[in-house]
């Protein structure tokens, strides 16, 4: 007797940023860098900016919150919260969610880590419990804040970002392939020490890991009966800044020895090149942008192949597809996306310099902050060295 594999994958996706945004066109000017550097060269426009009142919790309970409105909790027993700029070195960001949330008691809540890669491993430890059990779907939120040295060479691919996607069986946007290709090699091209709110980046060499950790991946794909290029329809990548899925593209089409359009990445980029790096969203924006037709585009997608790059520093990388499913233009949130990018609001390079600077509270310190931000959920200070939220 034969079985039909149970189609897993995801079912919903919803964005989230913080509610301020900087110009990378003013961040040039107080360089004294020409911004076709930034806009061009690294293929990036402005980066959202959290306020004070805003971290990794209220853009994942932000994002969480609009996949809830849609579905509703029922059948949720795992959230799984993927991050790297984590706010404590035990207790799950997660956990902070699932109160703000008001999710049931009978959820377990889990962060993961693993630099830009953990949301890919959060999507996949997902589809293995639905496998077990159909009834079940799984809430996954990958939420960062990227944040680099003032006047460094990283300083323009910093950004903040979330996205929550529900994992299920007969999912209603993208179907989950079984097959996929894993790289893992220790790099120090990119990390943050625990002492430290600014990641240690070695720029170039991350530049190279990341292929390096592509094309690995690409191969392991490839060797465990992975489809070949010409059948993947649309290429997805990790972005920390937009250029680099162009530079990737062109490293997969010269590693394969096949012609591969621009075309095929370019319609991923339209979100992130406002966002900025996100870390573990980032990737998840991508498949937004394309699915929402951000770019402009509206091709119908249904039935298309999407290939899917992880790429986590360190490092951890993933590829693997997703199918797009009939009817998915009905489930997607362009115009809920577009209008909460459009509604942030534009701060100078100075007001963002201070923000930078106040990223780090000393946890000794007590300190009480007034809900600023125009979202729904806000981190109001630290008593007793833990973070406070609230919610309205
Ligand atoms: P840089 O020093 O600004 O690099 O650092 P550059 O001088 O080589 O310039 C960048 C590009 O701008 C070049 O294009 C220049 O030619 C171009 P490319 O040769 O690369 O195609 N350019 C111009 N273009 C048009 N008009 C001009 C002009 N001038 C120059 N006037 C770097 C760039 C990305 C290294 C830096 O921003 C950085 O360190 N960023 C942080 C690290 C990073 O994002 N790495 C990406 C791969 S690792 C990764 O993705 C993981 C990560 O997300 C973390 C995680 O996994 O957790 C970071």
Not at 73 to 96: K, L, N, P, W, Y
Not at 277 to 292: F, K, P, Q, R, V
Not at 349 to 371: G, M
């Amino acid at each position: 007797m034969t079985t039909t594999p149970l189609a897993i994958g995801i079912h919903d996706l919803a964005v989230a940023t913080a509610s301020s945004v900087v110009e990378l066109d003013d961040l040039a000017a107080r360089a004294g860098i020409d911004p076709a550097k930034f806009r061009i060269g690294l293929g990036q426009e402005q980066m959202s900016v959290p306020g004070q009142d805003e971290d990794i919790v209220t853009m994942g309970a932000a994002a969480a919150q609009r996949i809830l409105d849609r579905h509703g909790a029922d059948g949720i027993r795992t959230v799984f919260f993927a991050t790297e700029t984590g706010i404590d070195q035990s207790r799950a960001a997660g956990v902070h969610v699932h109160e703000l949330l008001g999710l049931p008691r009978s959820v377990r809540v889990v962060e993961l880590k693993q630099a830009c890669y953990a949301a890919t491993a959060a999507m996949q430890a997902a589809a293995g419990l639905i496998a077990r059990n159909p009834e079940e779907r799984v809430l996954v939120i990958a939420s960062d804040v990227a944040r680099y040295d003032l006047d460094s060479a990283a300083e323009p691919t910093q950004g903040a970002g979330a996205v929550a996607f529900l994992v299920s069986a007969d999912p209603a946007l993208a179907v989950l392939e079984p097959i996929g290709g894993l790289y893992t090699a220790e790099i120090d091209d990119f990390w943050r020490p625990n002492d430290s709110v600014t990641a240690v980046v070695d720029g170039k060499l991350s530049v190279s890991a990341y292929i390096d950790g592509f094309t690995g991946a690409w191969d392991d794909f490839r060797a465990r009966g992975g489809v070949d290029v010409t059948e993947i329809d649309r290429f997805c990548h990790h972005q920390p800044f937009t250029k680099m899925a162009v530079k990737a593209h062109r490293a997969l089409a010269e590693h394969t020895g096949v012609e591969l359009a621009p075309e095929l990445v370019a319609l991923t980029t339209g979100y992130n090149r406002r966002i900025g790096n996100s870390y573990t969203a980032s990737l998840y924006i991508a498949l937004a942008a394309l699915l929402d037709g951000a770019g402009g585009n509206d091709d119908d997608l249904t039935g298309a192949r999407i290939g899917m790059f992880s790429y986590g520093s360190g490092s951890v990388s993933e590829f693997f597809t997703l199918v797009v499913q009939p009817g998915y233009r009905a489930a997607t949130r362009g115009d809920e996306t577009a209008a909460l990018l459009d509604a942030r609001s534009r701060v100078d390079v100075d007001s963002y310099r201070e923000l930078h600077a106040l990223a780090h509270r000393d946890s000794t310190v007590d300190v009480e902050i007034a809900p600023d931000s125009p979202g729904e959920f806000h981190f109001t200070g630290i008593t007793g060295r833990a973070r406070r939220y609230s919610r309205g």
